[in-house]
């Protein structure tokens, strides 16, 4: 007889440390983190080969609350920690959490350039566009006007496109969800989790001290029905309260239409493909916010581009393997001695 | 001047001791590339040697101006060597601005070896000589030799047989002044032959045109008979040994890597290109199958943040820059500290502050690495003397990283940086093991406490993958063993003294300083750090053979001190302080020892001359 010993299967419990979790009572971020402890089993990691990085901000705070190899670095510049220790061991399963702040203000850089040489790592952008462990200033993503403590008369900046700027990074990886939204959010992160590259999901996540209700019009049940849109990959997009609503492309332009009207069906409407560079951009170009009579084109949620494309540590260590094929293991005699040398009696 | 067409047809070969060469030109006439040849032959020949390359910050900066000169020096005798030479006995100018530039380095009774191609009225007004007023031909030269050769017009004749292009034929000019120079010293052309093969090797057109002027300029000092002495520079009497030829970038990649290899780590090697830093960048980059990562980040920060990840992850994280590259990583030094990760930071300064100049040196970044982040953060400080130190001193920033969980600085500057010496090569089996303090198992019970120490007051390092040893760790202050956050305030005191006294603790396990020269009591000791050395060497020798009560003490370890310095300092009755700042290690010395040091500064982004350190010595003897 063969004995075969499993591990035993981890639970969200076994990923969680025991440290007492300090974000707000009500805060946003501890919906995620319940995601993120409820999908690490279902991916069958193991607790040592994950580490969570961190920058600074609440959403920072995350790596004491898993039982993992963790980092709460400095400000911004998570992704590139997370860079040295993926090209230090690629085996490891790395987790960037950052906030709108951390990734796109002080940290902008570094997220951009990571993006680009795409390591395989997952960027969990907690965007709650306000600055909260700073007592509420407005952030990249705090919409024009906003008015805080730092922005009496209301803001005069242009907030990011969170997913648009991912895009000009050449993200192969680009998405959205929200805390209020557990299931879809799991969905996500499991899809993340699955691609090979830096995944990038940005998540509405509620402030409910500085900046409650930011997202109430995503959130809340009278609203979200016309203002927010689930994207499946192969699937049309209907949205509405009845699925009665559409969205179709129109040339270049998206398009809100009713299906009851008897002038479009489920067939006329634009299929979700998320390998379409093209079309996932302007996706990602659907950012207006919500009027009052709810008519506008929904934000939609979802994995809205995927590709595939060589990581950066991947290339790294195919040159280092090529470097030993051809020149054999170093030599630290010959290179001490190089090529040059000359004897003194 | 001499008459140099005095027909004397025996040859005198006349013996020096030293000798010391300045190749100047256009930043595009390869005069680097000319210097390093003849260093390259003399080392070979037994020389001791020192250099010194000198060039403007701009690629090709405007031709002909005196902003456009590239300089080369370089120090070459038959006793030992320190410097490369205050002044020198032979300027090689290819042009109006190179002699302008540097006549003032040249000795009284020195030797010119003029282009005279780059004295045409163009070359003249460009090196802003007034009137075009030619300094060959107005008798201001009088207190040299001075030897005209129309090296353009003679390459062009080497090469009359070649189908290369005049433009082509021109470039190899540097190689007739070479091979002049190695017949008025006697040198075998062997090495710069094998050179010239290997690098024109895929056109072969380019070996051989080269090798041409080379040996044209050879046969003209050979045939014209219009130079009557040779000179032989024996070789140095220097220690039993295998040499090569080293520059100090080079020896600081070499250095780390090697010292990776000796602690069985991987080396990461993160960086963001800067002057005069980036050849060490270069040279990793090289050695791939040596398990080498080198990542050239997008800017400073994400350098260093990726060699502590790095080293969160069990590599050797290293990161280099210069002074303002060294300022962005301020806060990620702090980080470092705290977390007590292994992580070695090599700053090749230059001059500052800002950008400053960006090719010139300069040791004002001291006080930088002591002290340049917020909060108490100590982080040892060791610094290279020399190119060929600049191996042992990395190789050292590698053990004290590794086996005191600690960022440590290692301080260069661009003068030994980019200078070369030889260097008696070490074998692996010389250089010691170092013993990285990783741990795979729980360290309290079946708990692993990630700030549980040692004796030494050392944490383990426990890298990702291991079972059991899960943790967390972060810029928040930390509890005492378990690392978990604490806002304690006695917790706080007590983290920060034991940062403190694991960083001290290190004076135990690096040497006792000794006195580089003279005796360990006296009248004036010169307390030297940094490329200084050569310097201060040459100056405190010739003293000391002349009877002066003086010795030298020359610092490795700047942070923490040898545990003897203050002892041996107060054997003295002064102590001098020479730098290349405005008094830097001299306000450390007066602050920790209470000592009476006095600074001797030059910030001219210029390396001390050895006689600027011995007028100054001398007035402690008046």
């Given at each position: ?345 | ?24 030109g256009d930043s595009g006439d ?26 403007p910050?701009e690629i090709r900066a405007p031709q002909g101006t005196i902003a456009g000169v590239s ?23 290819m042009n109006a601005a190179a ?19 780059g004295?045409?009225?163009k070359n003249?007004k460009l090196a ?495």
């Amino acid at each position: 007889m063969t004995a075969i010993t499993e591990k035993p299967q981890l639970t969200p419990k076994d990923f969680a440390s025991e440290q007492e979790v300090r974000w707000c009572p009500g805060c946003g971020d501890y919906s995620i983190l319940k995601q993120v402890q409820t999908i690490l089993p279902e991916i069958g990691v193991e607790r040592e080969n994950v580490v969570f990085i961190s920058g600074i901000g609440c959403s920072s705070r995350f790596p004491y609350y898993m039982n993992t190899y963790g980092m709460h670095s400095i400000h911004g510049r998570a992704p590139a920690f997370a860079s040295g220790l993926k090209i230090a061991n690629p085996d490891l399963s790395v987790w960037v959490i950052t906030g709108d702040g951390d990734a796109l203000s002080i940290g902008g850089n570094h997220l951009i350039h990571a993006l680009r040489r795409n390591f395989n790592l997952n960027i969990l952008l907690f965007n709650n566009e306000i600055y909260g462990l700073t007592k509420g200033q407005y952030s990249p993503t705090s919409p024009s006007g906003k008015v805080t403590s730092s922005t009496p008369m209301g803001s005069i900046d242009h907030p990011f496109n969170p997913l648009a700027l991912a895009a000009g990074a050449d993200g192969t990886f680009i998405s959205r969800a929200m805390d209020r939204d557990p299931k879809q959010l799991r969905d996500v992160l499991r899809e993340a989790n699955e691609h090979k590259g830096t995944s990038l999901v940005e998540i509405y996540q509620n402030c409910n001290v500085f900046n409650d209700g930011a997202f109430g019009v995503f959130t809340d049940k009278h609203t979200k029905a016309n203002t927010t849109l689930f994207i499946e990959h192969g699937q049309p997009m209907i949205f509405g309260e009845n699925q009665n609503l559409g969205l179709r492309l129109e040339g270049t332009t998206p398009v809100v239409v009713d299906l009851e009207d008897g002038k479009f069906t489920k067939d006329d409407l634009w299929v979700h493909d998320k390998y379409d560079r093209f079309k996932a951009e302007i996706l990602m170009r659907c950012f207006e916010t919500p009027g009052e009579d709810l008519q506008g084109v929904p934000r939609p949620f979802g994995v809205f581009y995927r590709e595939d494309r060589a990581c950066y540590e991947d290339l790294l260590h195919n040159q280092i393997k090529t470097s030993y094929e051809r020149k054999g293991a170093g030599d630290l005699d010959a290179l001490l001695k190089g090529t040059n040398t000359w004897t003194i009696e | 001047m001499e008459n140099i067409k005095t027909k004397v047809p025996e040859r005198i070969n006349e013996n020096k001791k030293v000798v010391t060469i300045l190749f100047a030109g256009d930043s595009g006439d390869g005069i680097q590339l000319t210097g390093s040849q003849f260093t390259n032959t003399s080392a070979l020949f037994g020389n001791d040697i020192s250099t010194f390359p000198n060039y403007p910050a701009e690629i090709r900066a405007p031709q002909g101006t005196i902003a456009g000169v590239s300089g080369f020096q370089l120090n070459f005798g038959s006793i030992e060597i320190f410097t490369p030479g205050d002044r020198c006995d032979v300027l090689v100018a290819m042009n109006a601005a190179a002699l302008k530039a540097n006549i003032d380095k040249l000795k009284i009774g020195g030797t010119i070896i003029a282009n005279i191609a780059g004295f045409d009225k163009k070359n003249l007004k460009l090196a802003g000589y007034l009137d075009q007023r030619n300094p060959l031909e107005d008798n201001s030269l009088g207190k040299y030799r001075t030897i005209e050769i129309d090296i353009a017009k003679l390459t062009r004749e080497a090469l009359k047989e070649s189908t290369l292009g005049v433009k082509e034929k021109d470039r190899s000019k540097n190689m007739f002044v070479l091979g002049f120079l190695y017949w008025m010293y006697n040198r075998d052309m062997a090495l710069t032959e094998k050179f010239l093969k290997e690098k024109f090797a895929k056109s072969p057109e380019l070996v051989e045109s080269n090798l041409a002027v080379l040996k044209a300029g050879y046969n003209y000092g050979d045939t014209s008979e219009t130079f009557t002495t040779r000179y032989e520079v024996k070789p140095a009497p220097m220690p039993k040994g295998n040499y090569r030829n080293m520059m100090g970038n080079q020896a600081v990649a070499i250095g780390l890597l090697a010292a990776a290899q000796k602690a069985g780590l991987a080396l990461f090697y993160g960086s963001y290109p800067i002057t005069p830093a980036s050849d060490i960048l270069h040279e990793l980059s090289k050695h791939k199958n040596f398990n080498v990562r080198s990542f050239q980040a997008e800017d400073e920060i994400a350098a260093i943040t990726s060699a502590i990840g790095a080293s969160f992850a069990g590599d050797i994280g290293v990161t280099a820059s210069s002074g303002p590259g060294i300022a962005l990583k301020g806060e990620a030094l702090g980080l470092a500290c705290i977390l007590e990760l292994p992580l070695v930071v090599v700053n090749v300064q230059r001059g500052g502050p800002s950008t400053g100049l960006p090719t010139k040196t300069e040791q004002a970044d001291l006080m930088q690495a002591l002290y340049g982040r917020n909060g108490e953060a100590p982080i040892p400080v060791i610094a290279a003397s020399s190119p060929k130190d600049c191996f042992d001193t990395a190789f050292e920033a590698v053990r004290i990283a590794v086996e005191h969980m600690t960022p440590v600085f290692m301080l260069s500057d661009g003068y030994i940086g980019n200078g070369a010496e030889p260097w008696r090569y070490k074998t692996a089996d010389e250089l010691p093991e170092i013993k990285p303090p990783l741990i795979r198992e729980p360290n309290q019970g079946d708990a692993f406490m990630p700030y549980l120490r040692d004796e030494k007051g050392v944490r383990p390092w426990a890298i990702p993958g291991i079972a059991g040893l899960e943790h967390r760790i972060g810029g928040l202050e930390k509890e005492d063993v378990t690392g978990n956050i604490s806002y304690d305030p006695d917790n706080h005191e007590k983290m920060v003294k034991l940062r403190a006294e694991k960083i001290d603790k290190i004076a135990l396990s690096i040497p006792l300083q000794e006195t580089d020269n003279g005796y360990d009591t006296g009248r004036l000791c010169i307390l030297s750090w940094g490329s200084t050395y050569g310097a201060v060497k040459t100056a405190v020798k010739e003293m000391i053979d002349e009877g002066y009560s003086v010795s030298h003490i020359h610092l490795r370890y700047i942070f923490p001190f040898p545990r003897n310095l203050e002892k041996l300092l107060r054997g003295f009755d002064h102590v001098m302080v020479p730098e290349l700042n405005n008094g830097q290690l001299v306000k450390i010395v007066r602050s920790e020892f209470l000592i009476d040091a006095k600074p001797l500064n030059k910030i001219m982004g210029l390396p001390f001359s050895s006689s600027e350190i011995r007028d100054e010595a001398e007035k402690f003897f008046v």
